[in-house]
């Protein structure tokens, strides 16, 4: 045996590599493509809901392909919302889903192509929403190659390992047998947790200690994992370009429009234009 060679008792425990994330291979035909995150839109957000519409009506459409990086919903309690029996059950929430549901619609119909990953406040977007939207859910996180570079797109809440409580929080909704549960109570009962929910949220928020970051040695690892240089992720609503080492972890805005005046709106699109060989980067407000 070489010095090279493993025991087959040595290669039984021998680290496993880990699985390489999911990857989408953009088309030749793409040369502009648009990414948001966090939109949060829903019936108390109208401002931003109706910006978010016009803009996929509008300028959205000079890109091939919209990239939503989760929290497309402020929050989202099952794809009934889009029956039009659920008006009578939820009229305001059911009516907003269903507007912003007929828009993106309207967007892939147009030709583009139109991708999502679920957050931390929409994590049942399921099947029914695909079909009604023409939008493809992606798996988090996923490497997207365009012009031949490759991008590691994630909502980024699994990245804040520090933040444990919702980290278990994660694991227990994401657990497909707890949707199975929740799904199958009546959709007025969902409105209810969904408010109480909701509210635990804003107040849990409302404390500084509570606003955990993504974890830049984490962020590292699945750069290495991926072979990849560059992330693009929301989430944690700290718009920051982070540079270390070559590598590039560009944290996008969240959208308001609906806070106090004395609060600038925020609405912004990051856009990957093919140049040549390569890509350029720039951003644009959506308000």
């Known amino acids: ?57 509008d300028a959205a459409r000079a890109a091939d392909a919209l990239f939503i990086l989760g929290d497309l919903f402020e929050a989202w309690i099952g794809d009934d919302l889009l029956d039009p029996s659920a008006l009578a059950v939820a009229p305001e929430d059911a009516a907003c889903a269903q507007d912003i549901a007929g828009a993106l619609r309207a967007y892939t119909d147009s030709g583009r192509a139109l991708f999502v990953q679920h957050g931390n406040r929409d994590f049942l977007l399921g099947e029914r929403f695909q079909q009604a939207t023409g939008a493809q859910i992606l798996p988090d996180p996923v490497v997207l190659t365009f012009q031949a570079g490759r991008t590691l797109l994630t909502h980024g809440d699994q990245l804040c390992t520090a933040d444990t409580a919702y980290q278990q929080f994660r694991a227990t909704v994401r657990n497909a047998e707890w949707q199975r549960q929740v799904l199958a109570q009546p959709l007025a009962a969902r409105v209810l947790q969904a408010s109480a929910m909701r509210a635990a949220s804003n107040a849990a928020q409302a404390r500084p200690e509570n606003w955990a970051d993504a974890d830049p040695a984490e962020a590292r690892h699945w750069l290495a994992r991926a072979a990849c240089a560059w992330m693009i992720h929301g989430h944690t609503h700290r718009p920051r370009n982070h540079w270390q ?43």
Request: proline share 10%; charged share 15%; with cysteine.
């Open 1 to 57: 045996m070489s010095a090279n060679s493993l025991s087959a008792e040595d290669a039984a425990h021998a680290p496993r590599p880990e699985p390489a994330f999911p990857s989408l291979i953009a088309p030749p035909t793409w040369r502009r493509i648009a990414l948001v995150s966090d939109l949060h839109l829903g019936a108390l957000a109208p401002r931003t809901t109706q910006t978010f519409i016009a803009w996929l009506a």
């Open 245 to 287: 080492g070559g590598e590039l972890r560009q944290v996008l805005s969240d959208w308001d429009c609906d806070a106090p005046h004395s609060a600038p709106p925020r609405a912004q699109a990051l856009w990957l234009s093919a140049q040549g060989q390569g890509v350029e980067v720039s951003s644009q407000r959506c308000d």
